[in-house]
């Protein structure tokens, strides 16, 4: 089981940047796909998730308007396409997956929610 994450660099605030997160090992299309980030000396925070049908988004107020998750099913990816970048959002971005389905979207907010995590892609926004 395996979550490969990747497209993190080193971008100019207000550049865009689309991480893709590949999953192999067991079939995901009935997870829930999440992205998380954490900066130096901060905890690992919510960025945004999608349901297993693709039907529902949830994100960050913080990121809100800016980023957009999706998903591929044939390829077994899920993407996050970040825009107008702020070197706040400067951190190690980490894809994650679940295959609990939650009643309440304010479940996937939090990393124990899931089960399976990527190694992380670093994004640094300059000033």
């Known amino acids: 089981v395996q979550l490969q994450a990747s497209g993190g660099g080193l971008v100019q605030a207000g550049g865009s940047l689309r991480l893709s997160c590949a999953a192999s090992g067991r079939t995901f299309s009935s997870d829930a796909m999440g992205w998380f980030r954490q900066a130096p000396g901060k905890e690992r925070e919510f960025v945004a998730v999608?349901?297993?049908?693709?039907?529902?988004?949830y994100y960050a107020d913080s990121v809100k308007g800016r980023f957009t998750i999706s998903r591929d099913y044939a390829k077994s990816t899920v993407s996050l396409q970040m825009r107008s970048l702020k070197p706040d959002d400067t951190a190690v971005y980490y894809c994650?997956?679940?295959?609990?389905?939650?009643?309440?979207?304010?479940?996937?907010?939090?990393?124990?929610?899931?089960?399976?995590w990527g190694q992380g892609t670093l994004v640094t926004v300059s000033s």
């Open positions: 994650a997956a679940t295959p609990v389905e939650y009643s309440s979207g304010n479940s996937y907010y939090y990393p124990h929610a899931y089960s399976y």
């Open positions: 999608v349901s297993w049908s693709g039907g529902l988004t």
